[in-house]
């Protein structure tokens, strides 16, 4: 079988390329992508929305019907959640308790891994939260021993309830599984993070890797760029047969 040649497959296109149009412009050209790729990114940084809301429809039928209602402030709030709301149960046999014996506060998060950067900084009980003040910072938050305190993570939701009746809890077990969290579990003595984790677990870590590894590409290319010629250099021509 006949080997066909392809000048378009050389391994030496990128430098038939330099000759053609000039090293400089094509690393120029790979400054003005980074740098587009770059204003991309940090323009969608901002942006925290609730990518999976069906997870909160689904509980909601599981649970029977339920009042909702906006919450502003909630527990393990640092600016990581999206949104929170209470949950009111509102079936027959609930109607008879209290407001806050039958209600559960549910916290929505961008998705399950903006949950799990948050869930990892709860302590077993619940009581301890290591709030993000900053991306190397974290204040561990007392909210109080509370042995009723019971806690679950579904999909992007966070699931509290402190009310301590028995057959409301059960409602959200049967639903849910055991609690993750426990206001009984006993929390170890010196509960803290290390500047490490509060880095990882900081809701914009990702994105900040992204923009680093993203402006080391723009500066690479524009290195190469500023040392390239300006020119491309002329051909090198034979001299004339007899000289």
């Known amino acids: 079988m006949a080997f066909t040649y392809f000048p378009h497959c050389s391994p030496f296109v990128f430098r038939n390329l330099g000759r053609e149009f000039g090293r400089r412009k094509i690393y120029f050209a790979g400054v003005l ?22 997870w909160a429809e689904t509980l909601r039928e599981d649970l029977g019907p339920v009042a909702v209602s906006s919450l502003t402030n909630f527990p393990y709030g640092d600016g990581a959640a999206v949104k929170a709301e209470r949950w009111k149960f509102l079936s027959g046999e609930y109607a008879s308790l209290p407001e806050e014996t039958r ?27 290591a709030a993000h003040t900053g991306p190397l910072t974290a204040e561990t938050l007392d909210l109080g021993q509370d042995e009723n305190r ?24 049967a639903c849910l599984g055991p609690p993750e969290l426990d206001g009984r579990a006993p929390d170890p003595e010196s509960w803290a993070f290390s500047r490490w984790e509060t880095l990882t677990s900081w809701m914009y870590f990702p994105d900040l890797t992204d923009v680093l590894l993203i402006s080391l590409g723009l500066a690479f290319f524009l290195i190469l ?7 491309p250099a002329a051909p090198v021509q034979n001299p004339p047969d007899g000289l």
């Open 103 to 129: 209600s559960l506060t549910v916290v929505y998060f961008e998705d399950s891994r903006a949950l799990w950067k948050v869930w990892r900084r709860i302590s077993p009980s619940g009581r301890y939260f």
């Open 150 to 173: 019971r806690v679950w993570a579904h999909g992007n939701l966070l699931i509290l309830y402190t009310g301590g009746d028995p057959q409301v809890e059960a409602e959200v077990t």
């Open 225 to 231: 760029a500023l040392r390239a010629p300006k020119k």
């Open 33 to 54: 992508m980074m740098a587009a790729i770059l204003l991309i990114k940090l323009s969608g940084i901002p942006y925290h929305g609730v990518r999976e809301s069906w």
